[in-house]
């Protein structure tokens, strides 16, 4: 069978040919066929923006690989400082690679000392911390002279550095600024996830539980990164417009923030709330399909499968209940899940549970409040923001992206008088 598509332009009676590879086909045939032709697609249901090297999804088998490399080992063997390290390079580091990289994130985990006593300290005291991280990334831009240089490798990788290694303090700060609590100072005697704990939680005596290390290391390492979503599709379009990374990994975390992308997490937990009992489940259930309503944490573009990561974050759970004792909506989002899965309603729309179902559980359990739960997604979602920037960058058939529109509007007409409307 020849893997190729012919089309034909029946206005002209034109046809072109071009190759079918790995299920895509350069849509630049339509501009052979007519300059002026482009293709309808909303919410790019049907558009490869990118060739990418960095994740690969296939989301009917419900898989998950980075960089060649399973999710499932990722989760059990690997560290979070790793997975970044390979997105980023696109091959794991051996054991030198990976201490040097280590060591230079544990040093550049400080912030300049005005982000938090000038910046910081000007939001008013009930702002969510979401909102404090989108804008404290891009402020952090302002402190680096070379963050506008980003043709030259060398200070794009200090900014990637810099970028990977503050974002957990930049986490840390807002939380403890939104509590009234003094900010813990990075310890770079830790390791990624536990200094992060510590930033968070340290008041008085304070040990990371290691169980607890490893689970936050677990969840960061599934949250690195899943190709062309929402938020890196923005890294990517804001970054072809050569602005800084900041800037960039700012307009990133605000399309995260959105409840239909990482916001989910967050809004799982009131959904469930708000059920209170199992009793109440299958009424629940029955308000979403009558359109009441979404099941929060159900449903993806790309799965069509239970997400991969959902399996590891549903045991990371049962981890980490071991240790803080279960989350009593625990019981709620089983009853639910069971009861969706069971449901026609679900089945035929193939909606599963997707990352968000079960993490916000185990955040919560963490003793993370709601508002933290996105945060806590774009600590580790930095790495895959940047690997993309920096794939974006050094790829020669991206341009500035400018899609076209299907213009709806009236046509001319001649400006009417206010006096006259
Ligand atoms: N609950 C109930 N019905 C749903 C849900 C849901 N969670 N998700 C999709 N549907 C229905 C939808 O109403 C539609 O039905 P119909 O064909 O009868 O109109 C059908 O399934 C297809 O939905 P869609 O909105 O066309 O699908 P989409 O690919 O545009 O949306 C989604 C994907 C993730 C935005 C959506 O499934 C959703 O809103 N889920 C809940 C929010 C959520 O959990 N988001 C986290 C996504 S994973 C992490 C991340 O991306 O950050």
Not at 82 to 102: F, I, K, R, T
Not at 163 to 186: D, E, H, Q
């Amino acid at each position: 069978m020849p893997e190729t598509i012919t089309i034909t332009d029946d206005r002209t009676g034109k046809t072109v040919t071009v190759p079918i590879e790995g299920g895509v086909f350069p849509s630049s045939a339509l501009r052979e066929l007519d300059p002026s032709l482009y293709c309808y697609d909303p919410a790019y249901l049907s558009t490869a923006s990118c060739k990418s090297d960095i994740t690969y999804l296939d989301g009917g088998a419900g898989i998950l690989r980075y960089g060649g490399y399973p999710i499932e080992q990722l989760a059990e063997k690997s560290t979070y400082l790793e997975v970044a390290y390979l997105l980023l390079n696109g091959e794991l580091p051996n054991s030198e690679q990976l201490s040097g990289w280590v060591d230079d994130v544990t040093h550049h985990t400080f912030i300049h000392e005005n982000m938090r006593k000038r910046f910081v300290d000007g939001f008013h005291f009930s702002a969510h911390p979401m909102g404090m991280f989108i804008s404290a990334v891009a402020a952090l831009g302002t402190f680096y002279g070379g963050s506008k240089d980003v043709e030259d490798p060398e200070a794009r990788n200090r900014q990637i550095l810099r970028l990977i290694a503050k974002a957990p303090t930049i986490a840390a700060m807002c939380y403890r600024f939104s509590v009234g609590l003094p900010f813990n100072l990075p310890d770079n005697n830790l390791s990624y996830p536990a200094n992060f704990l510590n930033m968070m939680w340290k008041v008085g005596d304070y040990e990371v539980d290691p169980r607890l290390e490893r689970a936050m290391e677990v969840l960061f390492i599934l949250h690195a990164d899943h190709e062309q979503n929402c938020g890196t599709t923005a890294m990517r379009i804001i970054g072809s417009s050569h602005a800084d990374p900041y800037s960039a990994a700012a307009g990133a975390a605000a399309a995260l923030y959105g409840p239909l992308h990482g916001g989910a997490n967050e809004a799982v937990i009131r959904m469930l709330t708000d059920i209170g009992s199992i009793e109440n489940v299958p009424a629940f259930v029955e308000s979403v399909k009558a359109g009441e309503g979404r099941l929060m944490g159900f449903g993806h573009r790309v799965y069509k499968n239970y997400d991969p990561r959902a399996v590891i974050i549903k045991k990371a759970a049962y981890d980490v209940f071991e240790v803080t004792g279960k989350n009593p909506l625990l019981d709620v989002a089983l009853a639910l899940e069971e009861t969706a899965l069971s449901d026609s309603y679900f089945i035929d729309r193939k909606l599963y549970p997707n990352v968000d179902f079960y993490s916000g559980l185990i955040y919560q359990a963490l003793n993370f409040p709601k508002e933290m739960f996105t945060v806590l997604f774009a600590i580790p979602r930095m790495s895959g923001w940047l690997a993309h920037w920096q794939e974006h960058l050094n790829d020669p058939a991206q341009r500035i992206s400018r899609p076209r529109q299907w213009y709806s509007g009236p046509d001319k007409r001649d400006y009417v008088a206010l006096d006259n409307r």
